[in-house]
């Protein structure tokens, strides 16, 4: 029997090798900071203002009636919220109550200043409904809407947070510019802030957050870094990223990890199991200054770069480690691990030849939940990770199916 055997090498298998990331050419070639979806309607807030569409990227339009400065037009980030529509700009906060049809600038309270002759408003930042921002000499915070802004205990020169996730009921912000890059964190709504770092060792210079179930995920300056306890510890998940690595936007997409790169080490990185190994899925994108964002719209995944938007079909993100390629005496579908799981589980499968591959998960009465991987493989042995964090705890079933084999094994998930 030939043996099974871990090779260094570890192989990214997806369902279509050949797809590629794709620009958007509708829309304008401008640089976009930011992207959200609300509703059927996509807007983006860029360096030429906001844009929106509302027949998916068809057609764009420009939405900057009350930005009436280059520096109003200079858009870093737009969010909507219950009380409307809210972006942040060189020249402050702006708000319209009418879905980008008008911007009035609400700015009242924010001070200019730091070596700094406008408000380099970085960011804006709805929760519980209260507003913060962060802008070139603080974090600021409005209780009414955005109608007046007050300090909050973060003061200075080139704060600038941005990057905010909630997680564990605390309120995280990144802080990519200025001389003190770091981190801060707060228990009261934003109300007041404490840096916060790595083991004592030195602040996390982190540019965005992702809350992910009982992860949280912060790229930085630095790579990608977990912590499992609320950002109380932290370890570094940067296998496999290019040299200085500026992780910039963290997203999960079926179960799989992917993280943008800006500046020198620029890409577009996946990792199949939890950060432990990244690889890169560039093709098709060029060089680029940055990539700010990454988002999910329906079937697609949206990337907010320096050169417009580009996009790729999310279903083409299913992927698989081949951990050898070693040629197995039969086919095997291996018991899970671990098992029982939560949230997450490792599958693993051996072919003996080349097969037209499906694995699929599915429930007690049989409704197919998800499809790890379909598609064709060449003999060796693989591995997939199956993420159940959308899953309540109970008894699911694994199957393998080729043209000549069908194994099904049971798996518990005990949350």
């Known amino acids: 029997m030939l043996k099974f055997i871990l090779i260094p090498a570890l192989i990214l298998v997806f369902s279509d090798l050949n797809a590629d990331w794709l620009k958007m050419n509708t829309h304008p070639n401008v640089y976009v900071w930011d992207i959200i979806i609300h509703g059927d309607t996509v807007y983006t807030a860029t360096s030429g203002g906001i844009y929106r569409t509302t027949n998916n990227g068809t057609n764009w339009n420009q939405r900057n009636n009350g930005l009436l400065n280059p520096q109003a037009i200079q858009c870093k980030q737009i969010i909507a919220a219950p009380s409307g529509m809210y972006i942040a700009t060189v020249d402050g906060i702006y708000k319209s109550t009418n879905f980008s049809g008008t911007w009035v600038r609400k700015s009242d309270g924010i001070v200019v200043g730091g070596g700094a002759i406008y408000v380099f408003a970085e960011s804006v930042y709805e929760t519980g409904g209260s507003l913060v921002t962060g802008t070139h000499t603080g974090i600021y915070r409005s209780v009414n809407n955005g109608n007046s802004w007050a300090a909050t205990n973060i003061t200075g020169s080139s704060i600038r947070t941005k990057g905010y996730a909630l997680h564990g009921g605390l309120l995280f912000a990144a802080r990519e510019v200025g001389s003190s890059i770091g981190s801060y964190r707060s228990a009261d709504n934003g109300a007041s802030w404490s840096p916060f770092s790595i083991q004592g060792t030195g602040n996390l210079p982190a540019i965005t957050f992702f809350s992910d179930g009982a992860n949280l995920w912060a790229g930085t300056i630095d790579g990608v870094w977990l912590s499992t306890n609320s950002g109380t510890d932290w370890s570094r998940k940067s296998n496999g990223l290019s040299a200085d690595p500026y992780s910039s936007s963290i997203i999960r997409v079926n179960g799989i990890l992917l993280t943008s790169l800006k500046f020198g ?77 939560n949230p997450s589980t490792n599958i693993v499968f051996e072919l003996p030849r080349a097969s037209n591959v499906r694995l699929s998960i599915f429930d007690l009465t049989g409704k197919t939940l998800a499809v790890p991987f379909r598609g064709n493989l060449s003999a060796g042995s693989y591995k997939t990770y199956f993420d159940g964090s959308a899953l309540s705890s109970g008894i699911y079933f694994y199957r393998l199916e080729t043209e000549s084999f069908t194994e099904t094994k049971k798996m518990i998930l005990v949350k």
């Open 265 to 341: 080490g620029s890409g577009m990185f996946r990792s199949v199991n939890d950060g432990e190994e990244w690889t890169e899925f560039k093709t098709g994108l060029p060089f680029l200054t940055s990539i700010e964002k990454l988002i999910l719209y329906g079937d697609e995944i949206l990337a907010a770069t320096s050169s417009g938007i580009f996009q790729r079909e999310a279903n083409e993100i299913i992927g698989l480690i081949q951990i050898s390629s070693e040629v197995p005496q039969k086919y095997s579908l291996q018991q899970n691990y671990p098992n029982p799981f």
